[in-house]
């Protein structure tokens, strides 16, 4: 974790949120929204943004998750 970043408060909810390390880190509670902007900010400290883009609070940011177009596999299209 970078040294002038603060970790996150322990969580108050109940269930407790999935930390910012885990595989469900998306599932925290949200603290702030700021549509107008495209993110969102997590209870674990994760900014998740609407191209579904995160930055996590160690700096490391995770990229969008981009789905390709509707390509028909069975060899019609």
């Not at 970790?7 to 999935?18: D, E, L, N, V, Y």
């Not at 509670?29 to 996590?56: I, K, M, R």
Request: contains cysteine.
């Amino acid at each position: 974790m970078r040294e002038d970043v603060a970790p996150p408060a322990s969580c108050p909810h109940q269930p407790t949120c999935p930390p910012a390390e885990a595989a469900d880190h998306a599932a925290a509670t949200c603290v702030a929204s700021h549509p107008g902007q495209g993110w969102w900010l997590l209870c674990n400290g994760v900014v998740c943004f609407d191209d579904t883009g995160e930055l996590l609070p160690d700096g490391t940011a995770i990229p969008p998750c981009r789905v390709s177009g509707n390509r028909r596999t069975d060899g019609e299209g």
